[in-house]
């Protein structure tokens, strides 16, 4: 799968990388961490800018380090 730094869709299916990934409350990872997300977890990708994504997972939302997630195949 196409990691996200590279020339990302705006919207569309993510799932986390294979060592899981740790979720923050602002897009440049001085927020606080609000989570942990184990790997291979599927996510929905609301937008990505300037190497972080914010990403839904069952109404939650947060951002990660797109070298944190990776596009499924549709």
Not at 11 to 22: C, I, N, S, W
Request: charged share 15%; hydrophobic share 35%.
């Amino acid at each position: 799968p196409a990691r996200c730094g590279i020339a990302p869709p705006h919207t569309g299916h993510l799932k986390t990388a294979e060592d899981g990934a740790p979720v923050y409350s602002e897009s440049n990872g001085a927020g606080n961490q609000i989570g942990y997300l184990p790997a291979d977890l599927e996510l929905k990708l609301i937008s990505t800018a300037n190497g972080w994504s914010l990403i839904d997972l069952n109404g939650n939302r947060g951002y990660m380090s797109d070298g944190a997630l990776a596009f499924i195949a549709e």
